[in-house]
């Protein structure tokens, strides 16, 4: 039955609202009947929505397991579906937190225009789940049988979906209006079963006596009653929470109630699973004395085989995401929406272009391939003395091969209308990685080609005129996180370059290297990052090129175009060194929200000294000042690093200050 079809007296019948469609329900009967064999009552599991909150039910999980009690069938709605899904699939409460907590969550999911009824599209997350459980997937054929608890935009009713295929229902079940759009599944569009009650406790008791239901309520005091969004969450809030509290009372006396600890957290805290684990397990230990009557079937050899499986998989799927955050597409996806390609990203290998273009992008991916293109304006405001933004069109396609292997190649038009100045810019990077030393080691090495043509000499570009190039080999070496309680360095890196730059007439060469650290004390919120780079020239020529890229903040025109002008021999030293060095104060506790959309993490504020060495002098260019930077985050699943820094530039006596935003892969 299509969409189409559900019309008439079905979906007119205003005295049916109430009544729920269930699909499967015979099947999952029988289910249960097989798992207990009719000699004892079975034992049923509710987990609750409350979109982040829910990863506590994965502490409650691992705690009933470890008294031997595995459930014989769970009931859920909204994010306790996923976490419900996960778990009836075979996995255990630790495979789903390692899941979970191994990837960085943004690099899941997209941002694109309402034009299906949502803005974020989870194609990306969708993919991820199956590299662990595979593509081919139904829920009745789950280790455990579950119903997941939809509502239905077509007929106004509640569906009860314990059959068909996993990923459709593991999509509608996080369908939050607006946010994600509607799924369709046997002509319903889905949405998130939570809009209309969080704790769906009456069904759990329709299949048995021996109930246990796992909440994560809401119940911050310091949102602003009067903003209008925040009226309108606490509104829906209001519905759905008395209607599971009304559920809930009715079986008080008879039911095992989980009531997890976590309701002072906010929905976006995505970032915080282990500890929303942790607190899901501790409050499931306060019920040992309930717990203690319930049946312990303990966990089946089938279940104990089919979880040594996945977690191969599991480490298969997080070797092959960990080297480049990538996640294979199993079904084609189309994306249209508001993008910016940030050329201050973890991946960005251009140093002759130095912008972010924000338009309107198009997305294609399938498999390992992805192709974009994004039609706006360049923008470029790093520096005061150049701030500019022209139109740009940029297309940009990526393939990850043979596991350890990306290539992309990229195409820029820029044109700036007051000098009717066309600019082109074009790339290629290809590089290669791998782990060592029991994956504490990732070493990369790379080739890239940029070329920037600027036919008339526009002032966008920052120095750069008529036609440069630049040719780079890369051995790089980025060292795990070393952490310990007080203590953390994190972000270690070491690279050695070999480059070439040149205009097809003459071309120079140059080694460079590069190392980067941060020290994070986490008693106190402190950090210290250092960057430090060297660059010489092969020729003996002198004028070593600077780029935006080293990270000197500086207006001084001799310095940002010293070694662009490859017929110009100005600066006798063959070297240029730098030394980048911030001390900071960030906050793990400051995390303000915006109307409970937006959240803003991982914000600091930090002292910075650059100092750069490009003349045959022991005096160096100074620049001094303050950054801040701040992660906003998108219901905390979709984040944009944005940070904003000024100081006095000692090399030329002024101000210097701008701002960029950086894009996670």
Do not use: C
């Not at 031997?68 to 789903?96: C, E, H, K, R, T």
């Not at 500890?275 to 303990?298: H, I, N, R, T």
Request: net charge negative; aromatic share 12%.
């Amino acid at each position: 039955m299509t969409v189409s079809n559900l019309t008439g007296k079905d979906a007119d019948d205003i005295l049916s609202a109430d009544l729920p469609i269930a699909y499967g329900d015979a099947q999952f009967r029988q289910r249960i009947l097989e798992r207990t064999k009719g000699e004892r009552s079975p034992v049923g599991l509710v987990l609750s929505g409350g979109s982040a909150r829910a990863f506590a039910h994965i502490g409650v999980l691992k705690y009933l397991e470890e008294q031997d009690i595995v459930v014989d069938f769970i009931i859920s709605n909204s994010m306790g579906s996923i976490v419900g899904l996960m778990y009836a699939a075979g996995l255990s409460p630790d495979q789903i937190l390692q899941s979970i907590t191994g990837v960085s969550i943004q690099s899941l999911f997209d941002t694109t225009l309402p034009l299906q009824g949502g803005f974020l599209d989870s194609s990306r997350f969708l993919a991820k789940v199956a590299s662990i459980l595979g593509p081919d997937l139904q829920l009745e054929n789950l280790p455990i049988p579950i119903i997941v608890i939809n509502e239905d935009l077509v007929t106004k009713r509640q569906i009860h979906i314990s059959e068909g295929d996993y990923y459709t229902v593991l999509r509608g079940s996080y369908a939050l209006p607006v946010y994600f759009p509607p799924v369709e599944y046997r002509g319903h569009l889905l949405l998130d079963g939570g809009v209309t009650n969080i704790v769906p406790v009456d069904l759990a008791y329709e299949y048995s006596d021996s109930v246990i239901v796992s909440t994560t309520f809401y119940d911050v005091d310091t949102l602003n009653l009067k903003n209008p969004l925040t009226v309108l969450n606490v509104s829906l809030d209001i519905g759905k929470r008395r209607r599971g509290v009304e559920e809930l009372k009715r079986s008080l006396d008879k039911v095992i109630w989980i009531r997890n600890d976590v309701e002072d957290v906010s929905f976006m805290e995505f970032s915080k699973a282990d500890y929303l684990s942790q607190k899901g397990y501790e409050s499931a230990k306060l019920q040992a004395e309930g717990l203690s009557e319930v049946y312990k079937s303990g966990i089946s050899a089938e279940l104990l085989e089919l979880r040594l499986q996945l977690q191969e998989k599991l480490q298969a799927s997080k070797e092959q995401y960990d080297l480049f955050r990538q996640v294979p597409v199993n079904i084609p996806s189309h994306l249209l929406g508001l993008g910016l390609d940030s050329d201050f990203s973890d991946f960005d290998t251009s140093a002759l272009k130095d912008d972010m273009t924000l338009g309107l992008k198009y997305i294609w991916k399938s498999g390992n391939l992805s192709l974009s293109a994004n039609a706006g304006y360049a923008l470029n405001f790093v520096t005061n003395d150049h701030f500019g933004a022209v139109p740009v069109v940029r297309t940009q396609v990526d393939y990850h091969l043979l596991k350890h292997v990306k290539a992309t190649g990229y195409a820029s038009l820029l044109f700036d209308v007051a000098k009717k100045a066309p600019i082109l810019s074009f790339g290629a990077v290809l590089e290669g990685r791998l782990f060592t030393l029991q994956n504490k080691l990732r070493l990369g090495l790379m080739q890239s080609f940029e070329q920037m043509s600027n036919y008339k000499n526009s002032s966008y570009t920052d120095s750069w005129n008529d036609t440069s190039y630049l040719y780079t080999v890369r051995l790089e070496g980025l060292l795990a996180d070393q952490k310990n309680q007080i203590w953390n360095f994190t972000d270690t890196s070491l690279a050695f370059s070999y480059q070439i730059l040149g205009d097809y007439s003459v071309n120079r060469s140059f080694l460079s290297a590069r190392a980067e650290s941060e020290l994070v004390q986490s008693r106190w919120d402190m950090f210290a990052s250092v960057e430090s780079y060297a660059r010489f020239a092969l020729d003996g020529n002198g004028d070593v090129p600077f780029f935006t890229s080293d990270g000197f903040r500086t207006t001084n025109t001799l310095i940002k175009a010293q070694g662009h002008n490859l017929s110009l021999s100005a600066n006798p030293a063959n070297h240029l060194v730098g030394l980048n060095f911030s001390l900071g104060y960030r906050p793990t506790s400051f995390r303000p929200t915006m109307a409970e959309l937006f959240i803003f993490q991982d914000s600091s504020l930090a002292i910075y000294s650059d100092l750069i060495w490009y003349r045959n002098s022991f005096m160096p260019a100074l620049s001094l000042g303050l950054e801040m930077q701040t992660d906003i985050s998108l219901l905390g699943i979709r984040t944009l690093p944005f940070t904003v820094y000024g100081g006095w530039d000692q090399s030329v006596n002024t101000f210097v200050w701008g701002f960029y935003f950086n894009v996670i892969f």
